[in-house]
């Protein structure tokens, strides 16, 4: 099973940056999109940004300029470079990694958080 492990988050003031890291082991899908969601107190998962195996990304409007994704398909890899910080963007931020064969399939990490002060 596809394990993934998060790091990167803490605690910034508005106008900062961040990068949050996710490496995921134990994958043999050559095919796959790997991403960023995240969950607000009493709000839904949402996604953030997402970046295929091709290299084809997909960003949330409110992240659009701020925030960018990339991944190195040899250390399996995806980061996220976050500027211009919000605290509107305070959220915990899950990584996701999404295989596609007969059915899709999703992989979670855990979490993790990013606060952002005024």
């Known amino acids: 099973q596809v394990q993934l492990v998060e790091s990167g988050g803490g605690l910034v003031q508005a106008g900062g940056s961040l990068r949050l890291s996710c490496a995921a082991s134990r994958s043999t899908f050559s095919i796959n999109t790997m991403g960023w969601y995240r969950q607000a107190p009493g709000k839904q998962r949402e996604l953030v940004a997402a970046?295929?195996?091709?290299?084809?990304?997909n960003y949330a409007d409110f992240v659009k300029g701020r925030f960018t994704i990339s991944r190195d398909n040899a250390k399996d890899t995806v980061y996220l470079q976050m500027n211009s910080l919000k605290p509107e963007d305070t959220a915990v931020y899950y990584c996701?990694?999404?295989?596609?064969?007969?059915?899709?399939?999703?992989?979670w990490g855990q979490g993790t958080q990013v606060t952002v002060s005024s």
């Open positions: 970046i295929s195996s091709g290299g084809s990304t």
């Open positions: 996701n990694y999404r295989t596609y064969a007969s059915t899709v399939r999703d992989y």
